[in-house]
């Protein structure tokens, strides 16, 4: 089965640095890209960035708002996926979740979720 | 970066009903178009991928179409577990971008 854990939300004040990671498990973590989605209270879904599998380069992107402050990393020995944030925003606060894609020919889609973890920036 | 436009942002139905929610892209996008079902404290669940593709284990009540850059998802006969709001999303490039949303609300 499928296990998508993300840890490390909280409460920071403005201008601070938080660090989420994202524990996988039930597939073959080191072939798969990975993606971060937030979700702003009673707001839609956000792509935030993603990573490819080393495979495949290992390369990232990013959404705009976001680039140049927050960092997708992964940890392919540890099954672990992470997001480094920084320089946070009061509009950063939103539930972040970690996901996995997957393909079918050509396609590619958000297959697995996480629960999500409450970010809150706030002073 | 491409826009995509969801409409409407909410219906009030009933059980039985047949639903149709629409998503425009910005540009051509072929048909990089998936859709997803998201439950109030719940992940999103991927319901269609590549336009018209049902995801396994997703009913066949569900079901994606395309014309050019708009894009539609039906729901043939609403059952009571529907009730819930959609998100159409691009996977054509990046930044890969969704939709509004369309919240499906009983009537």
């Known amino acids: 089965e499928v296990h998508l854990v993300e840890s490390g939300g909280g409460l920071v004040k403005p201008g601070g640095s938080l660090r989420l990671s994202c524990a996988a498990s039930g597939f073959t973590f080191s072939t798969t890209w990975m993606s971060w989605v937030r979700q702003a209270p009673g707001k839609g879904l956000e792509w935030v960035g993603r990573i490819k599998s080393k495979t495949d380069g290992g390369t990232t992107d990013y959404a705009t708002p976001v680039k140049g402050r927050f960092t997708i990393s992964r940890d392919d020995s540890k099954n672990t996926l992470y997001l480094q944030m920084n320089s946070l925003k009061t509009e950063d606060t939103a539930v972040y979740y970690c996901?996995?894609?997957?393909?079918?020919?050509?396609?590619?889609?958000?297959?697995?979720w996480g629960q999500g973890t409450l970010v809150t920036v706030s002073s | 970066d491409i826009q995509m436009t969801q409409s409407p942002s909410s219906l009030s139905v009933s059980v039985g009903d047949r639903v149709t929610i629409t998503c425009r892209a910005s540009?051509?996008?072929?048909?990089?178009l998936n859709w997803y079902q998201q439950k109030p404290g719940k992940a999103p669940k991927l319901l269609i991928y590549g336009a018209s593709s049902l995801q396994s284990g997703v009913p066949s009540r569900f079901s994606g179409s395309a014309s050019g850059t708009d894009f539609t998802l039906t729901i043939s006969s609403l059952q009571p577990e529907d009730f819930a709001t959609y998100y159409c999303?691009?996977?054509?490039?990046?930044?890969?971008?969704f939709g509004g949303g369309t919240r499906v609300e009983i009537k």
């Open positions: 999303q691009q996977s054509y490039s990046t930044p890969l971008t």
């Open positions: 540009q051509s996008i072929s048909s990089y």
């Open positions: 996901t996995a894609e997957g393909s079918s020919s050509s396609w590619v889609y958000f297959y697995y």
